[in-house]
């Protein structure tokens, strides 16, 4: 069965600190890979996705990058934090692009001091 | 306007209660719909996938789309304090478009 993984589950930082993500989906391969931050009392708003390795798209225009290095790894980067960067930060992969359903990681919780 | 509306609630029932969560949007070119709950400080799950109009049922939870209406419901029956959580509606066109999120209502089952 699929399982992805996310790390660290909790995060405080200091702002004008850079930040790693990770992400990381197993028992599946060629998947498509989603960012997401959930801010509190607000909807889902994508940051990210990515169709393979290397490939990387971008929703919303702000200081936070993403990569993946792997088939199964998407990473979420910022060199300087922004007090607006707090939220829930969600990963999510798919396998079937006609559908899109959808999967959840537990997510991080980031919160910029 | 937004394009999916959710009720944020939240909405309290008593345990056994069934329950009708709803979501309207304006997109008419919205085919995919699913239904996601997310409890406290975790990941959303996938709960129900419909494509296009009709009824699905799985267990306790019905998904109902209404296109003419542009409306979806998801119902809950026999509710368990257990089902206490938020509840997202999440919609797609065809081809490779991102979904939509509604902002989530959140559902409360007393015992």
């Known amino acids: 069965s699929q399982t992805i993984h996310q790390w660290p589950a909790t995060l405080v930082q200091p702002v004008g600190s850079p930040l790693s993500l990770e992400c990381t989906v197993e028992g599946t391969s060629n998947p498509n890979l989603y960012w997401y931050r959930q801010a509190a009392g607000r909807g889902l708003q994508l940051l990210f996705y990515s169709v393979g390795i290397g490939q990387i798209s971008s929703e919303v225009p702000q200081n936070l990058s993403a990569s993946r290095p792997q088939d199964r790894q998407f990473i979420l980067s910022s060199k300087k934090l922004l007090l607006s960067d707090s939220g829930f930060y969600l990963c999510?992969?798919?396998?079937?692009?006609?559908?899109?359903?959808?999967?959840f990681g537990p997510g991080t919780r980031l919160t910029v001091l | 306007q937004k394009e999916v509306e959710q009720d944020p609630g939240p909405l309290s029932v008593p345990e056994g209660a069934i329950v009708s969560l709803n979501c309207t949007y304006s997109?008419?070119?919205?085919?995919?719909f699913m239904w996601y709950r997310q409890y406290s400080r975790k990941g959303p799950e996938l709960l129900m996938y419909?494509?296009?109009?009709g009824n699905k049922e799985d267990g306790r939870f019905t998904a109902q789309v209404d296109k003419s209406s542009k409306y979806i419901s998801l119902f809950i029956r026999d509710s368990q304090p257990s089902d206490s959580a938020t509840y997202l509606c999440a919609l797609r066109g065809e081809g490779f478009q991102k979904l939509v999120f509604g902002t989530g209502t959140r559902l409360l089952v007393s015992p």
């Open positions: 419909t494509y296009s109009s």
């Open positions: 997109n008419s070119a919205f085919q995919y």
């Open positions: 999510a992969w798919t396998w079937d692009s006609s559908t899109d359903t959808q999967y």
